[in-house]
């Protein structure tokens, strides 16, 4: 592989947005698990709920923070990596980024320090809304870069004018073929990250036999909400691929490791080395392709018939 440019362009980019999307994955869900813990705390006046709001909202703010910081990096990059394609789409996706500040960013920051340090300064009620609204900006903010991301996937609603993108209909451009799906799958997934933080730091006091009513409490409720929402994942994943397969169905063999000479009995490939050159797979470990169906059984002779030939 020849390390041009823009193989290193894609290089640096992979890996600050790999670095990245850690900590919003862990921001969106942290912010919706504390949300319940401080409903549930002013319904019930249960302290263990006002006690796993208040522990996992310093592990929420510093995660915000790491997201906000190595998101700010991702932006430079398309101009100073991509900048032609940034200049060819800017019209369409500079203002989608720029909703994600204004819409996103600016009620989450506004919310964020009574959320942190109003405890004792403001009301109960006060202080519920102020989480309520941190939570919805972590949505919103996802929306709008989920929107951004597929439209770069599937785009729609634009014209190109003179080498450049414009829009037509910004309902198009945002509620784009594979938007649907890629937001449901992403935000899920924070949820199920966050899931299993809390439930790895519960389940390492339980060991400890530390904070044991603290401890169980929050690895009962995220074992509850594993349970629903991982098959739930599975089944918005599989969805997704359908989505992928019917308007990017080379980007999906591309993925699968699927070259065209693979028409029939394309194998379930576990690991595999694409090799350009070549159009094939190099030290691939796959599922058995199914084996021909024997001529002479009658699934055979069917076979042989629908095909035009004998038996």
């Given at each position: 592989?020849?390390?041009?440019?823009?193989?290193?362009?894609r290089i640096q980019f992979a890996f600050t947005v790999s670095f990245h999307i850690i900590f919003p994955s862990i921001t969106i869900g942290l912010a919706t698990l504390i949300a319940i813990w401080e409903g549930l705390w002013l319904k019930t006046h249960n302290p263990?709920?006002?006690?796993?709001?208040?522990?996992?909202?310093?592990?929420?703010?510093?995660?915000?923070?790491?997201?906000?910081?190595?998101?700010?990096?991702?932006?430079?990059?398309?101009?100073?990596?991509?900048?032609?394609?940034?200049?060819?789409?800017?019209?369409?996706?500079?203002?989608?980024?720029?909703?994600?500040?204004?819409?996103?960013?600016?009620?989450?920051?506004?919310?964020?320090?009574?959320?942190?340090?109003?405890?004792?300064?403001?009301?109960?009620?006060?202080?519920?809304?102020?989480?309520?609204?941190?939570?919805?900006?972590?949505?919103?903010?996802?929306?709008?870069?989920?929107?951004?991301?597929?439209?770069?996937?599937?785009?729609?609603?634009?014209?190109?004018?003179?080498?450049?993108?414009?829009?037509?209909?910004?309902?198009?451009?945002?509620?784009?073929?594979?938007?649907?799906?890629?937001?449901?799958?992403?935000?899920?997934?924070?949820?199920?990250?966050?899931?299993?933080?809390?439930?790895?730091?519960?389940?390492?006091?339980?060991?400890?036999?530390?904070?044991?009513?603290?401890?169980?409490?929050?690895?009962?409720?995220?074992?509850?909400?594993?349970?629903?929402?991982?098959?739930?994942?599975?089944?918005?994943?599989?969805?997704?691929?359908?989505?992928?397969?019917?308007?990017?169905?080379?980007?999906?063999?591309?993925?699968?490791?699927?070259?065209?000479?693979?028409?029939?009995?394309?194998?379930?490939?576990?690991?595999?080395?694409?090799?350009?050159?070549?159009?094939?797979?190099?030290?691939?470990?796959?599922?058995?392709?199914?084996?021909?169906?024997?001529?002479?059984?009658?699934?055979?002779?069917?076979?042989?018939?629908?095909?035009?030939?004998?038996?």
């Amino acid at each position: 592989m020849d390390l041009d440019v823009a193989i290193l362009s894609r290089i640096q980019f992979a890996f600050t947005v790999s670095f990245h999307i850690i900590f919003p994955s862990i921001t969106i869900g942290l912010a919706t698990l504390i949300a319940i813990w401080e409903g549930l705390w002013l319904k019930t006046h249960n302290p263990y709920y006002l006690q796993l709001a208040k522990f996992w909202i310093k592990p929420f703010a510093i995660t915000f923070g790491m997201g906000v910081v190595s998101g700010i990096v991702l932006s430079y990059e398309f101009g100073t990596n991509f900048s032609k394609f940034s200049e060819m789409t800017w019209a369409v996706l500079g203002p989608l980024m720029a909703y994600e500040v204004l819409t996103a960013f600016f009620m989450e920051a506004g919310f964020l320090g009574v959320m942190l340090f109003g405890w004792q300064r403001v009301g109960r009620k006060l202080h519920f809304f102020s989480t309520i609204v941190v939570m919805v900006g972590t949505w919103i903010s996802a929306f709008w870069i989920i929107v951004a991301n597929s439209w770069m996937q599937t785009p729609t609603g634009h014209k190109i004018v003179d080498g450049k993108f414009e829009v037509e209909s910004w309902m198009a451009v945002i509620f784009n073929p594979s938007m649907p799906y890629r937001l449901t799958h992403m935000l899920v997934a924070s949820l199920i990250t966050a899931t299993f933080v809390v439930a790895g730091i519960c389940a390492y006091y339980l060991l400890k036999k530390k904070h044991i009513p603290f401890a169980k409490k929050g690895l009962s409720m995220c074992m509850w909400f594993a349970l629903v929402l991982t098959p739930l994942q599975a089944w918005i994943g599989d969805m997704h691929g359908l989505n992928v397969k019917e308007h990017q169905p080379i980007k999906l063999a591309a993925m699968e490791g699927i070259w065209p000479a693979q028409e029939e009995n394309v194998p379930l490939l576990l690991f595999a080395m694409p090799n350009m050159k070549t159009e094939s797979n190099d030290y691939e470990t796959r599922h058995p392709q199914p084996r021909q169906p024997d001529p002479n059984s009658l699934v055979g002779w069917r076979s042989a018939r629908s095909k035009g030939g004998t038996a």
